[in-house]
């Protein structure tokens, strides 16, 4: 059988490799400490799978509108409206297979063949990918720890041409959990209406932040925005959700109507009981989202602290999420068992070879000087983690 080129090219996700073969390890009864989850490690709270299991019984088990449920769409837009007081109707919103779908379709339903997008560096590892799958050039724009790895207008200047199209931001981002400050994001507002681009605003992680950072929803920064920015966001992230794949899209009504049309010709509608549990997330009670974040908090410090420790190590402290980004290029060129270590791949391998912890090689970022761990885990595994990382470097 001869596969399309389209997914032939594609690069397989190294975030699910790394986590593939943790797992596998797990499996034979090896004692892995694992850092490579993108995912809170907190049961999704009761009321929410209360609310489903309820909408199971009551019947909410056949298709529901390709967009989502009126209630849900109804919902999301009510968050908009009242909690960043930015004025949305249900018709702005699209109900997707998770934050990732909602990308998917976006790319789908604006990137024509040649239309450059801007993705800066580290970036999400899907968004290159989903951008090629549509037709487009991803076209990378590197920001490194001088900035915090905040891209600065500057920068995107240099690399927009007449054939950009899109500005992606994520904020906070995976996977380095920079955040973008309200001045930052004004000077990125400015950028985009002069370039008369699309802003897509990935926000997925927009609940997680700490030391009272102010997250601002990119649209509201100005009234003129509305019609060129997309934002995406989800139930996954916010209230430990991942599998229940609930995303949505907030943008004008035309590109939500779009939308609407591939997924009427593709996956229709999201689970019609997880649909239901997003409605409970959103309406419910808030409190889960703070218990969640406080434990981010204390773990991200705890990390911070012992990163700080380590010799030829160095950490920006993120803002969000729940991701660190350390750099370790100074480690890269010593010998490890007859092999040196050349790179984030060579050194995530040592690393799981040697003292049994997987960590996430920062190449598939974009940011080949870094690696990734998760402290979506519990403190009890991060201490062990980290007593296990400074060995083996010690030992490099
Ligand atoms: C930056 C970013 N955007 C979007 C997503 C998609 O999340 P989901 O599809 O689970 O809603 C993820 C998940 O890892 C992410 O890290």
């Given at each position: 059988m001869k596969f399309a080129s389209r997914v032939t090219k594609l690069e397989p996700s190294i975030t699910l490799a790394v986590t593939a073969r943790a797992n596998a390890m797990k499996a034979k009864g090896e004692d892995v400490v694992a850092f490579?989850?993108?995912?809170?490690?907190?049961?999704?709270?009761a009321h929410i799978q209360e609310a489903a299991i309820k909408a199971m019984r009551d019947g909410l088990t056949r298709y529901t509108p390709a967009l989502g449920l009126p209630a849900l769409r109804a919902a999301v837009a009510e968050k908009y409206s009242a909690f960043y007081h930015y004025p949305t109707t249900p018709k702005n919103v699209a109900i997707s297979c998770g934050g990732k779908h909602s990308l998917y379709n976006v790319f789908h339903a604006l990137v024509e063949r040649g239309d450059e997008v801007l993705i800066p560096a580290?970036?999400?590892?899907?968004y290159p990918e989903m951008v090629k799958l549509a037709g487009g050039v991803p076209v990378i724009v590197e920001t490194d720890e001088d900035t915090g790895f905040r891209v600065t207008v500057d920068r995107l200047r240099a690399y927009t041409t007449d054939r950009t199209k899109i500005l992606l931001i994520n904020s906070p981002s995976n996977p380095t959990g920079a955040a973008y400050h309200r001045k930052e994001l004004e000077a990125i507002a400015e950028f985009v209406l002069e370039n008369d681009l699309v802003l897509i605003s990935?926000?997925?992680?927009?609940?997680?932040?700490?030391?009272d950072f102010e997250f601002v929803c990119f649209p509201t920064l100005a009234e003129e925005l509305r019609e060129r920015t997309v934002v995406v966001s989800g139930a996954s992230k916010t209230y430990a959700m991942?599998?229940?794949?609930i995303g949505w899209t907030v943008a004008p009504e035309g590109l939500i109507e779009m939308m609407g049309r591939l997924q009427d010709q593709?996956?229709?509608?999201?689970t019609s009981f997880a649909q239901a549990g997003a409605i409970a997330a959103l309406k419910g009670p808030q409190d889960c989202v703070k218990t969640m974040c406080a434990a981010f908090a204390e773990r991200r410090a705890y990390m911070m602290r012992r990163l700080a420790e380590l010799p030829n190590v160095a950490c920006c402290v993120p803002q969000g999420a729940f991701y660190v980004f350390p750099k370790?290029?100074?480690?890269?060129?010593r010998q490890a068992g007859g092999r040196a270590v050349d790179g984030s791949v060579a050194l995530s391998e040592y690393l799981l070879e040697k003292v049994k912890v997987a960590v996430v090689p920062g190449i598939g970022f974009g940011a080949d000087a870094n690696i990734r761990l998760s402290y979506a885990t519990s403190m009890q595994q991060i201490e062990k983690g980290l007593d296990r990382i400074a060995e083996a470097l010690g030992a490099l």
């Open positions: 490579g989850a993108g995912e809170p490690d907190f049961d999704t709270p580290p970036y999400w590892v899907s990935d926000e997925i992680y927009e609940h997680l932040v700490f030391d991942t599998g229940w794949r593709s996956t229709s509608n999201a370790v290029s100074a480690c890269y060129g």
